[in-house]
Protein backbone atom coordinates (compact mmCIF):
# COMPACT_ATOMS: atom_id res chain seq x y z
CA UNK A 1 0.00 0.00 0.00
CA UNK A 2 1.28 3.42 -0.76
CA UNK A 3 -1.17 5.30 1.44
CA UNK A 4 -0.87 8.79 1.07
CA UNK A 5 1.21 10.39 -1.63
CA UNK A 6 2.20 13.70 -2.23
CA UNK A 7 3.57 15.52 -5.13
CA UNK A 8 6.31 17.20 -5.50
CA UNK A 9 8.21 16.80 -2.72
CA UNK A 10 10.03 19.95 -3.05
CA UNK A 11 9.09 23.33 -4.98
CA UNK A 12 10.76 26.86 -5.23
CA UNK A 13 8.08 29.71 -6.45
CA UNK A 14 8.14 32.93 -7.65
CA UNK A 15 6.04 35.73 -5.65
CA UNK A 16 2.47 35.84 -7.59
CA UNK A 17 3.03 32.20 -9.19
CA UNK A 18 0.38 29.79 -8.73
CA UNK A 19 0.48 25.52 -8.57
CA UNK A 20 -1.72 22.76 -7.38
CA UNK A 21 0.27 20.36 -4.69
CA UNK A 22 -1.30 16.87 -5.64
CA UNK A 23 -2.49 14.19 -2.92
CA UNK A 24 -3.59 10.69 -3.08
CA UNK A 25 -4.77 8.18 -0.90
CA UNK A 26 -5.60 4.47 -1.40
CA UNK A 27 -6.76 3.07 1.53
CA UNK A 28 -10.62 4.52 1.13
CA UNK A 29 -10.29 7.20 3.53
CA UNK A 30 -13.71 9.86 3.60
CA UNK A 31 -11.49 12.34 5.49
CA UNK A 32 -8.91 13.90 3.91
CA UNK A 33 -6.81 17.28 5.38
CA UNK A 34 -4.05 19.97 4.13
CA UNK A 35 -1.43 21.27 6.91
CA UNK A 36 1.01 23.45 6.97
CA UNK A 37 3.69 23.45 9.09
CA UNK A 38 6.06 26.77 9.77
CA UNK A 39 9.50 26.27 11.61
CA UNK A 40 9.18 25.89 15.62
CA UNK A 41 5.29 25.51 15.28
CA UNK A 42 3.02 22.71 14.99
CA UNK A 43 1.02 21.84 12.37
CA UNK A 44 -1.82 24.24 11.61
CA UNK A 45 -5.49 23.29 9.38
CA UNK A 46 -5.91 24.93 5.90
CA UNK A 47 -8.69 22.92 4.55
CA UNK A 48 -10.32 19.67 4.95
CA UNK A 49 -12.64 17.12 3.42
CA UNK A 50 -15.70 14.90 4.71
CA UNK A 51 -16.37 13.14 1.06
CA UNK A 52 -15.70 13.98 -2.61
CA UNK A 53 -17.35 17.15 -3.08
CA UNK A 54 -17.45 18.39 0.28
CA UNK A 55 -14.82 20.85 1.75
CA UNK A 56 -14.10 23.12 4.86
CA UNK A 57 -12.10 25.87 5.71
CA UNK A 58 -9.52 25.17 8.51
CA UNK A 59 -7.48 27.47 10.83
CA UNK A 60 -5.33 29.25 7.91
CA UNK A 61 -7.57 29.29 4.96
CA UNK A 62 -6.49 32.38 3.19
CA UNK A 63 -4.18 32.05 -0.26
CA UNK A 64 -5.52 28.72 -0.53
CA UNK A 65 -8.19 26.53 -2.51
CA UNK A 66 -9.19 22.70 -2.35
CA UNK A 67 -10.98 20.63 -4.39
CA UNK A 68 -12.44 17.27 -3.85
CA UNK A 69 -14.00 15.55 -6.81
CA UNK A 70 -13.15 11.68 -5.87
CA UNK A 71 -12.09 9.64 -2.33
CA UNK A 72 -8.96 9.20 -3.81
CA UNK A 73 -7.22 12.84 -4.23
CA UNK A 74 -7.35 16.41 -2.69
CA UNK A 75 -5.13 18.78 -4.27
CA UNK A 76 -4.34 21.89 -2.68
CA UNK A 77 -4.40 25.04 -4.82
CA UNK A 78 -2.07 28.03 -4.02
CA UNK A 79 -3.31 30.92 -6.25
CA UNK A 80 -0.78 34.08 -6.34
CA UNK A 81 2.36 32.62 -4.39
CA UNK A 82 3.24 34.86 -1.01
CA UNK A 83 6.29 34.74 0.96
CA UNK A 84 4.21 34.09 4.02
CA UNK A 85 2.88 30.66 2.17
CA UNK A 86 6.63 29.22 2.42
CA UNK A 87 6.49 26.36 4.66
CA UNK A 88 6.41 22.20 4.60
CA UNK A 89 2.68 21.13 3.32
CA UNK A 90 1.33 18.04 4.78
CA UNK A 91 -1.70 15.85 3.24
CA UNK A 92 -2.99 13.27 5.92
CA UNK A 93 -6.33 11.13 5.68
CA UNK A 94 -8.35 9.39 8.02
CA UNK A 95 -11.37 8.00 8.79
CA UNK A 96 -13.21 10.55 10.95
CA UNK A 97 -14.72 10.34 13.90
CA UNK A 98 -12.13 12.03 15.87
CA UNK A 99 -10.65 9.19 17.54
CA UNK A 100 -9.11 7.75 14.44
CA UNK A 101 -5.10 8.77 13.68
CA UNK A 102 -4.75 10.83 10.45
CA UNK A 103 -2.05 9.04 8.13
CA UNK A 104 0.30 11.26 6.84
CA UNK A 105 2.13 11.79 3.53
CA UNK A 106 5.68 12.59 3.00
CA UNK A 107 5.12 16.28 2.85
CA UNK A 108 5.82 19.08 0.72
CA UNK A 109 8.18 21.50 1.00
CA UNK A 110 7.32 24.73 -0.54
CA UNK A 111 10.01 27.99 -0.89
CA UNK A 112 8.39 31.06 -2.46
CA UNK A 113 11.14 33.77 -3.61
CA UNK B 1 -11.35 26.17 21.80
CA UNK B 2 -9.17 23.53 22.10
CA UNK B 3 -5.46 24.46 22.80
CA UNK B 4 -2.37 22.01 23.33
CA UNK B 5 0.56 23.21 25.17
CA UNK B 6 4.16 21.34 24.75
CA UNK B 7 6.19 23.54 27.19
CA UNK B 8 9.28 21.90 26.26
CA UNK B 9 11.15 23.06 23.17
CA UNK B 10 13.93 21.27 23.10
CA UNK B 11 15.19 18.74 25.04
CA UNK B 12 19.13 16.88 24.70
CA UNK B 13 19.41 13.71 26.72
CA UNK B 14 22.00 10.81 26.74
CA UNK B 15 21.45 7.87 25.50
CA UNK B 16 20.15 5.27 28.03
CA UNK B 17 18.44 8.06 29.91
CA UNK B 18 14.93 8.23 30.93
CA UNK B 19 12.92 11.12 29.32
CA UNK B 20 9.02 12.59 29.48
CA UNK B 21 7.35 14.85 27.33
CA UNK B 22 5.00 16.99 28.60
CA UNK B 23 1.85 18.00 26.95
CA UNK B 24 -1.31 19.78 28.49
CA UNK B 25 -4.31 20.35 26.53
CA UNK B 26 -7.82 22.48 27.33
CA UNK B 27 -11.01 21.85 25.70
CA UNK B 28 -14.63 22.59 26.68
CA UNK B 29 -15.89 19.01 25.50
CA UNK B 30 -16.27 16.34 27.89
CA UNK B 31 -15.34 13.66 24.63
CA UNK B 32 -12.22 14.25 23.06
CA UNK B 33 -9.15 12.17 21.96
CA UNK B 34 -5.57 12.72 22.14
CA UNK B 35 -2.78 11.61 20.16
CA UNK B 36 0.97 11.27 19.72
CA UNK B 37 3.17 11.92 16.60
CA UNK B 38 6.70 11.13 15.84
CA UNK B 39 8.56 13.58 13.19
CA UNK B 40 11.85 11.79 12.91
CA UNK B 41 14.62 14.03 11.07
CA UNK B 42 13.37 12.48 7.38
CA UNK B 43 10.33 14.59 7.89
CA UNK B 44 7.68 12.38 7.90
CA UNK B 45 5.04 12.28 10.61
CA UNK B 46 4.35 8.93 12.31
CA UNK B 47 1.24 8.33 14.44
CA UNK B 48 2.62 6.32 17.79
CA UNK B 49 -0.54 6.58 19.90
CA UNK B 50 -4.25 7.50 20.64
CA UNK B 51 -5.67 7.94 23.94
CA UNK B 52 -9.80 8.85 24.39
CA UNK B 53 -11.18 10.95 27.44
CA UNK B 54 -12.94 7.91 29.07
CA UNK B 55 -9.56 6.00 29.94
CA UNK B 56 -7.03 7.01 31.86
CA UNK B 57 -4.97 3.85 31.84
CA UNK B 58 -1.61 4.07 31.61
CA UNK B 59 -0.19 2.40 28.38
CA UNK B 60 3.34 1.03 27.97
CA UNK B 61 4.35 -0.19 24.55
CA UNK B 62 8.05 -1.59 24.34
CA UNK B 63 9.85 1.50 25.78
CA UNK B 64 7.19 4.10 25.32
CA UNK B 65 4.69 4.58 28.01
CA UNK B 66 1.89 7.22 28.35
CA UNK B 67 0.00 9.07 31.07
CA UNK B 68 -2.94 10.29 30.93
CA UNK B 69 -4.11 12.57 33.68
CA UNK B 70 -7.63 13.91 33.62
CA UNK B 71 -7.86 15.93 36.75
CA UNK B 72 -4.66 18.04 35.40
CA UNK B 73 -5.21 17.57 31.53
CA UNK B 74 -2.23 15.96 30.99
CA UNK B 75 -0.82 13.56 28.34
CA UNK B 76 2.73 12.63 29.24
CA UNK B 77 5.06 10.36 26.78
CA UNK B 78 8.01 8.94 28.67
CA UNK B 79 10.41 7.15 26.52
CA UNK B 80 12.78 4.68 28.97
CA UNK B 81 16.49 4.06 28.20
CA UNK B 82 16.69 6.44 25.50
CA UNK B 83 18.38 5.79 22.06
CA UNK B 84 19.94 7.78 19.22
CA UNK B 85 16.68 6.69 16.61
CA UNK B 86 14.59 8.57 19.15
CA UNK B 87 16.24 11.84 18.19
CA UNK B 88 13.06 13.67 16.35
CA UNK B 89 10.40 16.04 16.76
CA UNK B 90 7.32 14.77 18.92
CA UNK B 91 3.77 16.36 18.65
CA UNK B 92 0.59 16.05 21.06
CA UNK B 93 -2.60 16.50 19.30
CA UNK B 94 -6.02 17.29 20.53
CA UNK B 95 -9.17 15.95 18.35
CA UNK B 96 -12.40 16.54 19.94
CA UNK B 97 -15.84 14.36 19.73
CA UNK B 98 -18.36 17.09 18.11
CA UNK B 99 -15.42 18.87 15.66
CA UNK B 100 -14.17 15.49 15.28
CA UNK B 101 -12.35 16.53 11.43
CA UNK B 102 -9.88 19.18 13.47
CA UNK B 103 -6.79 17.83 15.33
CA UNK B 104 -4.96 20.53 16.67
CA UNK B 105 -1.15 20.23 17.26
CA UNK B 106 0.99 21.81 19.98
CA UNK B 107 4.22 22.88 18.92
CA UNK B 108 6.09 20.15 19.15
CA UNK B 109 8.75 19.08 21.36
CA UNK B 110 12.50 18.55 19.53
CA UNK B 111 14.25 15.79 21.42
CA UNK B 112 17.91 14.70 20.59
CA UNK B 113 19.72 11.75 21.79
CA UNK B 114 23.43 12.00 21.94
CA UNK B 115 25.42 8.89 21.90
Known amino acids: NAGVTQTPKFRILKIGQSMTLQCTQD?????MYWYRQDPGMGLKLIYYSVGAGITDKGEVPNGYNVSRSTTEDFPLRLELAAPSQTSVYFC???FGGGNQPQHFGDGTRLSIL | AQKVTQAQTEISVVEKEDVTLDCVYE???????LFWYKQPPSGELVFLIR??????QNEISGRYSWNFQKSTSSFNFTITASQVVDSAVYFC????????????FGKGTKLTVNP
Open chain 2, 93 to 104: ALSEFRGSEKLV
Open chain 1, 92 to 94: ASG
Open chain 2, 27 to 33: TRDTTYY
Open chain 1, 27 to 31: MNHNY
Open chain 2, 51 to 56: RNSFDE
